[in-house]
Each structure stands twice: as structure tokens, then as C-alpha cells.
């Protein structure tokens, strides 16, 4: 085992110490999200939810979902959305339940992209669109990604799950309340179809 290797273990072993003791703490120069997804029915009502973790202690809850989608389109929108709303000019750590974002971003997007977005069985990948927009905004930046288990208690992912049900029931009420910033970002697009921003909160934290 290389040396290189052996320190990024080390590192990740550290990670996830450090999260298993308090995930909801602050890290220096690193944002911290964690995001899901959720759909009722699938396909069916969705939403998707990002829970971000500043490093001076504030933090953004972010939630939104579409009318008819699937539950790997919300989980993948999630990590969209933590990457749009976090500074580019340090480290990101998404912590994610979902084994198709975490496995699709770190192992087996490079070979899609070699195969020209087909699979290992020459077949078109799913949700190419979503993936091609999660690829590019990872560019040029460190991300770091994580698994960790759905509905076993952490409370990172609980509070990002809470967060896609609300997109789910904003998206299946047809809540059309936008946020601001949504609102003036798509005024020059308002021909494309887009996934709808139901919530951005800005809170500061206490601690």
C-alpha cells in the first residue's frame, strides 16, 4: 500500500470519527452538507433536501422537489444544490445515503465518460443530464464524499431527510413560493424547465 493511499485512509478514518462524535459541528475551512432525497412513489412526487454546515457556524437549509420524478433524480438533486450553494474556495464534504450518488460520482463516472455516457453493458446511463451537471460542478474544487446509513439516527442525515419530505409536500401541493435569489436567477430562463427552489434559510447557529 502506497503511502499516498494509506494517509487518504487515515484521513477518512479521522472524518468519520470526527462526524460519528458531533455531525452537526462546524469544521474550519470546510462546508459541510448533507443531502437527500425522497419521493412519494416511484416515480412520483419528489423532493430533495441539503442541510450545509458553514464553517463559521452558520448553516443554509435548502429543500425543493419536482411534480413527477424518480427517488435517484431527488438524491442526485441534492448534491446538485449543496455544490450551487457552497463557496468554491474550500474543501466541501457531502454525506450522502444514497450508494448510487456516492458509488456513480467516485467510481464509476469515469468509465461512462470514457464509454460515452453508456454503461459497463453498453447502455445509455440514467439520469445522464443530472450527472453531467453534478460532474461539472466538481470540477476545479475538493469534494469530499461520504456514505452514511438512511434512518439509523445521525443527525445530519435525519435533518436532510426532514428537508426532502418538505420538498416532496411543497412539490405535491404545488407550492410555487420561490426564493429570491431563485426567483431573479431564472428570470432570463423562464422558457426552460426547471427544478422548482421551494426554501432557502439562512440561520445562524448558537455554540
Known sequence: MSDNRSAAQTKAMQTAAS???DPLAAKANTTIAYTDGACKGNP???????HLILSNGQ????YGGEDATTNNRMELMGAI???????RDITLEIWTDSSYVK??????IDGWKKRGWKT???KP???????????????NRKVE???VKGHAGHAGNEKADELANLGVTASSEHDDHLSADSTANSADDSHKKKPRLMSLRLIKTTG
Not at 412520483?44 to 441539503?50: P, T, V, Y
Not at 446511463?125 to 470540477?139: G, P
Open 81 to 87: 444544490q449543496a455544490l450551487q450553494h457552497s463557496a
Open 120 to 122: 459497463a453493458s453498453k
Open 59 to 62: 448553516t443554509k437549509d435548502l
Open 19 to 21: 462526524n460519528k462524535a
Open 125 to 139: 446511463v440514467a439520469n445522464k443530464d443530472l450527472w453531467q451537471q453534478l460532474d461539472a460542478l466538481c470540477q
Open 145 to 147: 464524499w461520504h456514505w
Open 103 to 108: 458509488n456513480g460520482i467516485t467510481d464509476w
Open 44 to 50: 412520483g412526487a419528489g423532493g430533495w433536501g441539503a
